[in-house]
C-alpha cells in the first residue's frame, strides 16, 4: 500500500510555527492528506497549552502533517497521539536507548525529553475533519538555552551526528504505518503498544493533582485519553492532561 504521509513535503526555510502555517494552507486551499510542512528555522514554535519550543537552527526536525481522519469519532481523538508517538519510536528506537512515551504525547529518554507533539483538530458534524500534527524532535542539538527543565537530543545521548532528512524519512514512514493500523481498525493492537511503552509504567513514583502529592503507579490510559494511576490503596484516578504533574521522586 503507497505510503500516505509525506507524499508531499513543502520546506520552509524560516517561519513562526509549522503548524499555524499548515492551518493558513489548510483554510486557503485542499491539501492532499498527508502533505507535511517542514521548517527548518522557526521563530514560535508552539508546544501545549501556549509552552514554546526551543529549536536551534536545522538541527533538529520540525514539520507539520496535515491529516483528515474523517473516520475517527472525536472521543477516540486521542488515538492520533498513540499513532504519531508509536511512529516516531519506531524510527528512533534503534538509535537511542531506554525510549518511552509520556503520556500524553512526549519523547522521554530515560527522564529526558527527546521530542514533542502539538495536534490541532477541526471538527465537523461529531467527527475529526483535519488533524494538523505539529513534531518537534530534537537531533543534533547540543546546547538548549531555554528554562525548559529537561531537553535532551539524539546527539548529546550517543555523540553521533545525524543525517535529518534519513530521520525524517525514517519517522514519517513509522507514522505512516501506525496511521494505517488505525484506517484499518487495529486500534486494540495500537493500545496494546502505546501502554507497553509508557514512561513510569508500572513502577511506584510521585505525582502532584489539585496541590496533593501522592505515591501511585501508572496502570494505562483511558478510552477518552486520560492517564490511569493506581494508588497505593488501590484506588484509580483518571487525569486529564494538565491535571497531573510528573515529579522526580524525592520531592
Not at 13 to 40: C, W
Not at 91 to 104: E, G, S
Not at 105 to 115: E, F, R, V
Not at 160 to 167: A, M, S
Amino acid at each position: 500500500m503507497k505510503q500516505i504521509i509525506g507524499n508531499s513535503i513543502v520546506r520552509l526555510k524560516l517561519i513562526d510555527s509549522t503548524n499555524n502555517y499548515a492551518n493558513s494552507q489548510i483554510r486557503e486551499k485542499e491539501l492532499v492528506e498527508g502533505t507535511v510542512f517542514l521548517a527548518y528555522e522557526q521563530t514560535s514554535g508552539r508546544g501545549q497549552l501556549k509552552n514554546s519550543w526551543e529549536s536551534s537552527p536545522g538541527e533538529n526536525l520540525l514539520f507539520s502533517i496535515v491529516l483528515y481522519p474523517g473516520f475517527l469519532e472525536i472521543r477516540r481523538q486521542f488515538m492520533l497521539s498513540k499513532v504519531v508517538t508509536l511512529g516516531i519510536y519506531k524510527a528512533i528506537h534503534k538509535y537511542v536507548d531506554n525510549l518511552r512515551i509520556k503520556w500524553p504525547n512526549d519523547i522521554y529518554s530515560g527522564n529526558q525529553k527527546l521530542g514533542g507533539i502539538l495536534i490541532e483538530n477541526s471538527i465537523m458534524s461529531g467527527l475529526l475533519k483535519s488533524s494538523v500534527v505539529g513534531i518537534g524532535l530534537n537531533v543534533n542539538q547540543t546546547v538548549f538555552l531555554s528554562n525548559a527543565p529537561n531537553p535532551v537530543s539524539m546527539r548529546t545521548l550517543t555523540n553521533q551526528h545525524y543525517d535529518c532528512e534519513k530521520i525524517l524519512t525514517e519517522v514519517l514512514s513509522g507514522i505512516d504505518d501506525y496511521y494505517t493500523l488505525l484506517r484499518n481498525g487495529e486500534e486494540g493492537k495500537i493500545d496494546l503498544e502505546f501502554i507497553s511503552l509508557l514512561y513510569r509504567l508500572n513502577k511506584r513514583h510521585s505525582f502532584r493533582a489539585e496541590k496533593e502529592v501522592f505515591e501511585g503507579e501508572i496502570i494505562g490510559v483511558n478510552e477518552i485519553g486520560q492517564l490511569m494511576i493506581r494508588k497505593a490503596d488501590g484506588e484509580i484516578l483518571q487525569f486529564h492532561f494538565k491535571e497531573i504533574e510528573f515529579l522526580q521522586d524525592g520531592h
